[in-house]
C-alpha cells in the first residue's frame, strides 16, 4: 500500500476533515466573539465616569441596540442606582440641592458587575462550548473506534486456504494495521493541537478583552452594596424627620409672632382708625342736636 492509497484511506480522510471542520467553525466563532467584544469595549472607553451621568441615556442606546450585549445589559440596568437631588431652601430662603446619599457622586450598581458580565454570558453562550469541551474526546475517540475497524475488516479478510492466498491476506492484513496505527496517531495528534489552538485563541481573543471590559465597567460604576445604600437611606430619612420635626416645633412660635405682627401693623391702626371717625360722627351728631333744641327755644 502505497502513500497515496494510505493519505485517501476513508479511516483517515474523516479524521482530518472532522479535526479541520471543528478548527474552522472554532476559529470562526472566536474572530466572532473578538469583534463584539472590542466593539463593546470601545464604546465603553468614549464615555468618563465624570460625565456619565448626564450622557447615560448615550451609553444606553448604543449598548442596547447591540444584540450581542443586550440581554445582560437589561438585567444590569435594573440594579443600577441613579444620584437624586432634593430641592430645599437655606436659612436665607435660597435654592439648595442636596443629594438623597452624600456618598453618590455617579451611578452605582448594588450588584457585581461580574455577575452580569462574564464568560458565560459573553462568550461561552455565543458558542456551542459544551461541544468545544468534547471535541478532543470525540478526535481520540475516533482513533480507537477506526483502528479496531481496520483490524477487524482486515482479519475478516484472511485466507489461509492455500500458501499465496496466506501471503496476501498477511501483506493485506500488516497494511491494514499500518493504516490502523496511523488513523489512531493522526486522532491523538489531532486532538493535542486542537486543545493547544483553542486554550490560545480562547485566552488571546476571548478572555483578554473580557478582562478588559469587566475593568471599564468597574471603572464606569460604583459598586455599592443593597444593605449600604439602604443604610444612607435610613440616615438621610432620619435626617429629614429631624428637620421637620423642628420646623413643626418651630411654626408655632412663627404663627404667633406673624399673628402679632399682622395685629400691631394692620388691625390696631385700623380700629384706632375706626373708633376715631366714630368719635368724630358723635360729635357732629351732638352738635347738630344742640342747634336744634336752639332753635325750639327761640320759636
Known sequence: MNFW???FNPAIVIVVLTFFSILIYYVR????INSELMRLLYILKSFKKADLIFKFKEL???????????NCWAEFKNTLVFSESLSLKDEKDGIIFENVSQSVESIQ????????????????????YKFIQAVPTILTGLGP???FLNIAIAFAGVNFSTQEATVQSISHLMASMQVAALVSV???GSAIIFIIIERILYNNKCKLPLNEVQEKIYKLFDNISSEKFLIEL??????????LSNLLTTMPNQIKESLDGSLTKVLVPYLENLIFGVNKLQEKITKEKSKSDIVDDLF
Open 5 to 7: 492509497e494510505i493519505l
Open 145 to 147: 473506534l477506526f483502528t
Open 29 to 32: 466563532k472566536v474572530g466572532y
Open 234 to 243: 435610613l440616615k438621610e430619612t432620619k435626617i429629614q424627620n429631624n428637620s
Open 186 to 188: 493522526l486522532a491523538v
Open 109 to 128: 450598581t448594588t450588584i457585581d458587575p461580574i455577575y452580569f458580565f462574564n464568560e458565560e454570558t459573553l462568550i461561552t453562550s455565543k458558542m456551542n
Open 60 to 70: 444606553d442606546d448604543a449598548i442596547a441596540n447591540n444584540p450581542y450585549s443586550a
